[in-house]
């Protein structure tokens, strides 16, 4: 029986469904471990979280069986051991499992028991649940390992513990959500460790994957619930935790306490990161997208510059009739200061001919949102053009509040491959805005000073489809929207609950039809980062034929 134990977090990223570079990236993590006892990765490392309906590909389960082999086998050289997530087969039946490698040989597996079925979660649907796991014996020491969900409730650990587990170690796949820190470690892992006196270990990857983005921030409770050791977010790091055996039981050394993004600083970095890797994991050359001389697409850029470089970020100024000079020169200067490249294609020609096009069938009519909107859908196929033509995604930059009651142009300005606003409100985008023109992310790729004229920030919202248009004419301000649009979507309020909030009844009763009608349009936009509770697309999920309504 041992009395010290030596323990590598790896918090690190992963590959969806590149088996052979995650297992390479794992043996790499651990010759970088040096003379540790263990090393531990997130969940699911092996294959990639979350796997979705990939995982129900026999090919793959047979492939992550035989790369677990193989990644056993390495462990036979006296090294450190590896526990590993993977999804492991038995009796016909799928588990989101992790392995103990040690000595060469697969030592032991836990099957994660609590499998989540609610907001982006839809695991019961390829996983089946496994049985309320066991302690493993590992060097003298029995390690509980929940996984993920299952320390968000008190069943699994307190099984753990009347079996005997000395130490809770819980792999993770925890995706980023606005004040989920504290949620994580407050409400449930420091919950977790009250009720059963054991120190834990929590740790999550880091890394986009589609609509989300991980943020790490992995940590080390000691067993009366005080903080030992916090790795930063949203970076890869491997940290080396030593912990010995006393009278009171199993204590790890303090060690560096990280500091953690606040706000808004962490939904920039969500965004960047998220970016950076659907892009290069997609392999695309860069990022095209229109410049408008707006505060939404403005930003975008700068995030765009940041998780990529400048120099993958081609933005295209494609002004009409009602362009404001104004607009041109913000975005010209816009880019400058970013570092960009800029190319203006005027569309007026194009508007011109549909206007010739069709004369005949739109004659006795009046001008209408009709026109306005050929004019988007001209720039979304120019825009799509250039996509097509060079290789570079194409980024959507409508925000939540948009979206939310359909002021977007489908198969317009909602054309494209990525829309890193989409759960970000107008609100927020005014915030991440200020922030970045205050400072730069720690590890962005783009310039150190302001990335926009302060105009672009402070000049009243248009989407500049017809002479003198503003948002405020169809919107209500959007510090009244946005807080109207939270309770409807986030907290799922009726139009009364909101109206009592000291809201207009018959504003919010219309915001509420219009979020419902929308619904057809929010179905074909793009993906986009999930930053809150109820995104569209992952987590909320309404039909499109809709007749119900609270007021």
């Known amino acids: 029986m041992t009395d010290t134990l030596t323990i590598a977090l790896a918090q690190v990223s992963q590959k969806m469904g590149d088996l052979d570079a995650n297992a390479a990236a794992m043996l790499d993590w651990r010759a970088k471990a040096g003379g540790a006892d263990l090393v531990v990765f997130p969940e699911l490392q092996l294959i990639g979280y979350p796997p979705e309906d990939l995982v129900l590909k026999p090919v793959l389960a047979e492939r992550s069986e035989a790369a677990l082999a193989k990644l056993a086998g390495a462990t036979g050289d006296g090294g450190p051991a590896m526990l590993v997530g993977a999804v492991i087969r038995r009796e016909g039946l799928l588990y989101n499992a992790v392995a103990l490698l040690d000595g060469g040989e697969i030592a032991a597996i836990r099957c994660k028991h609590e499998l989540p079925n609610y907001g982006t979660f839809d695991e019961k649907r390829v996983f089946a649940p496994g049985p309320l796991p066991e302690p493993i014996e590992f060097r ?23 079996l005997g587990a000395e130490l809770l170690i819980v792999p993770n796949g925890s995706p980023y959500e606005i004040d989920k820190d504290d949620v994580r470690s407050t409400r449930v892992a420091r919950a977790r460790v009250a009720e059963t006196g054991l120190p834990l270990i929590y740790l999550n990857r880091v890394g986009g994957q589609d609509e989300l983005v991980f943020d790490g921030a992995s940590f080390v409770l000691a067993g009366d619930g005080t903080l030992v050791r916090q790795l930063p977010d949203w970076e890869e790091v491997l940290v080396t935790t030593r912990w010995s055996r006393g009278d009171a039981g199993w204590t790890c050394e303090p060690g560096p306490i990280a500091a953690l993004e606040p706000h808004p ?24 997208l229109g410049l408008s001389g707006g505060i939404d697409s403005a930003i975008c850029a700068a ?49 011109e ?32 053009a250039l996509s097509n033509k060079f290789g570079h995604m194409l980024l959507t930059t409508g925000n939540k509040s948009e979206m939310s009651v359909g002021y977007a142009t489908i198969y317009g300005d909602m054309a494209g491959g990525y829309n890193p606003l989409k759960d970000a409100y107008k609100t927020t985008v005014f915030a991440i805005s200020r922030w970045r023109n205050e400072r730069r992310p720690r590890f962005g790729l783009g310039p150190d000073g302001p990335v926009m004229p302060e105009r672009i920030v402070t000049k009243p919202p248009s989407a500049e489809l017809r002479p003198d248009q503003k948002d405020s004419d169809s919107l209500p301000p959007y510090d009244v929207l ?17 109206a009592a909030r000291g809201f207009d009844h018959d504003t919010v009763a219309r915001i509420e039809r219009l979020l419902y009608v ?23 999920r309404y039909p499109i034929t809709n007749a119900f309504r609270t007021a």
């Open 140 to 162: 003298g020491v029995r390690l509980g390992v929940p996984i993920c969900e299952d320390i968000w409730f008190p069943m699994v650990a307190a099984h753990l513990d009347k």
């Open 482 to 498: 946005d807080p109207i649009l939270h309770g409807l979507v986030e907290e799922e309020l009726s139009v009364g609950d909101v």
């Open 353 to 384: 001919a549909f206007d010739a096009m069709l004369s005949g069938t739109f004659a006795d009519t009046e001008v209408d949102i009709t026109e306005e909107n050929i004019q988007s859908r001209i720039r979304g196929v120019t825009l799509m």
């Open 265 to 288: 600083s962490d939904v920039y970095h969500a965004m960047m990161v998220a970016l950076r890797d659907y892009v290069d994991g997609n392999r695309f050359p860069g990022v095209v």
């Open 518 to 540: 929308a619904e057809y349009k929010r179905r074909q936009a793009p993906p986009g980062v999930k930053l809150g509770t109820r995104n569209f697309g992952r987590d909320r």
């Open 303 to 351: 995030i765009a510059a940041d998780a990529l470089g400048p120099d993958r970020v081609w933005c295209v100024m494609l002004p009409s009739r009602f362009t404001s000079q104004e607009s041109l020169e913000d975005a010209a200067e816009c880019a400058r200061m970013i570092g960009c490249k800029l190319d203006t294609i005027p569309i007026v020609p194009a508007v």
